[in-house]
T-cell receptor, first 116, second 111 residues
Framework: DTEVTQTPKHLVMGMTNKKSLKCEQH?????MYWYKQKAKKPPELMFV???????INESVPSRFSPECPNSSLLNLHLHALQPEDSALYLC???????????????FGEGSRLTVL | GENVEQHPSTLSVQEGDSAVIKCTYS??????FPWYKQELGKGPQLIID?????GEKKDQRIAVTLNKTAKHFSLHITETQPEDSAVYFC??????????FGTGTRLLVSP
């Protein structure tokens, strides 16, 4: 099983709503990531979890709150978002190290978020 | 921090032609350089990667070359097919887990 599964595929929310994006992998990977991708742009790193602990936060606004309940699950809690936060949110996983390990980052298909 | 530049932004070729995409990186400490293909409505998928102790790597119609001195690396696709049409991203890894992507190349292969 080499899949990263993201739900929901599409989400529309108002600026006062609270919602969550979910990600699941069963490849035994111990690093999990959230990336944000705007149209016609490359993915931008938001957060990295390593062994269920937050290891990288790329100065993301606090209206985005990540959570890693266990080694297979990664959530992104959304609250008081702005229209400019509309984007494709990609989850990924890898073995612990990219540069020193096997390297491959496995991406899900993404959750397309629209903030009204 | 690391900065990765990628050229060209769009590339149109005829089926059967070769395609070359070039990237430069800024951080001499980067030592892992993957290439990802992203099809419409999907997440990026790794197609080939190279580490800094290797100058060239080939996998069927796809090859990647790395020039550490010049901080350049390139993707070469031979005998292109319409299904190669997609957006291609180069990337460089700094540290153990941070991958920085290039700006992307939209490849269109016409039959």
């Amino acid at each position: 099983d080499t899949e990263v599964t993201q739900t929901p595929k599409h989400l529309v929310m108002g600026m006062t709503n609270k919602k969550s994006l979910k990600c699941e992998q069963h490849m035994g990977h111990r690093a999990m990531y959230w990336y944000k991708q705007k149209a016609k742009k490359p993915p931008e790193l938001m957060f990295v979890y390593s062994y269920e602990k937050l290891s990288i936060n790329e100065s993301v606004p606090s209206r985005f709150s990540p959570e890693c309940p266990n080694s297979s699950l990664l959530n992104l809690h959304l609250h008081a978002l702005q229209p400019e936060d509309s984007a494709l949110y990609l989850c990924a996983s890898s073995q612990q190290r990219l540069a020193g390990g096997t390297g491959e980052l496995f991406f899900g298909e993404g959750s397309r978020l629209t903030v009204l | 921090g690391e900065n990765v530049e990628q050229h060209p932004s769009t590339l149109s070729v005829q089926e059967g032609d070769s395609a070359v995409i070039k990237c430069t990186y800024s951080d001499s400490a980067s030592n892992y350089f993957p290439w990802y293909k992203q099809e419409l409505g999907k997440g990026p998928q790794l197609i080939i990667d190279i580490r800094s102790n290797v100058g060239e790597k080939k996998d069927q119609r796809i090859a990647v070359t790395l020039n550490k001195t010049a901080k350049h690396f390139s993707l070469h696709i031979t005998e292109t097919q319409p299904e190669d049409s997609a957006v291609y991203f180069c990337a460089a890894a700094t540290g153990f887990q941070k991958l920085v992507f290039g700006t992307g190349t939209r490849l269109l292969v016409s039959p």
